[in-house]
């Protein structure tokens, strides 16, 4: 039985590199890479929500991401930032298990903001495979986040 690629998703082997297609209906069911047979973690790539993270904890969560990222460098005063950061969270809901969707706050976390030059917030990067690969505007509407990340599922 073929499942149809809507239902499946698509999660990058941290050992090996290469994407690997899991049915909808076999995650969390020790899923293994096609190519090395290393075990697929899945379990942590479905939350529903953005993920807080810090400068300790960034390159395990976006560097080293089998799917691609969202991040979103904000700051506790910034006005814009109160206001598109349900934007944010209702992107994390749409596309959970295709893109983990990260939030940084730039005063709790300034090497990471300074290693890519995060000058004002919001901001938003793209990471795929460990690279940036764009800059969004800090204040999209969630159709145009979709429309802007549907490249890198």
């Known amino acids: 039985m073929k499942t ?8 990058r082997c941290t050992g090996c590199g290469a994407k690997n297609r899991i049915p909808e209906d076999k995650l969390g069911k020790n899923a293994r890479c ?9 379990e ?28 979103y460098f904000w700051a506790s ?7 598109v950061s349900p934007t944010i969270d209702e992107f994390a809901a749409a596309s959970k298990g295709r893109i983990r969707v990260v939030k940084i ?15 004002s917030v919001p901001s938003l990067l793209a990471f795929d495979n460990g690279r940036i690969q764009e800059t969004l505007s800090g ?8 429309v802007a990340m549907a490249r890198y599922l």
């Open 4 to 11: 149809a690629k809507n239902n499946s998703y698509k999660i």
């Open 34 to 42: 096609g190519k090395c047979r290393q075990a697929l973690q899945t």
């Open 44 to 71: 942590a790539l479905f939350l529903p929500q953005p993920v807080m993270i810090s400068d300790l904890d960034f390159d395990a969560k976006v560097l080293q991401s089998p799917i691609p990222v969202l991040a």
């Open 77 to 83: 005063w910034c006005p814009t930032c109160s206001s």
């Open 105 to 119: 706050n730039v005063d709790a976390s300034p090497k990471t903001a300074s290693r890519y030059d995060i000058l």
């Open 139 to 146: 204040s999209m509407q969630k159709h145009d986040l979709m």
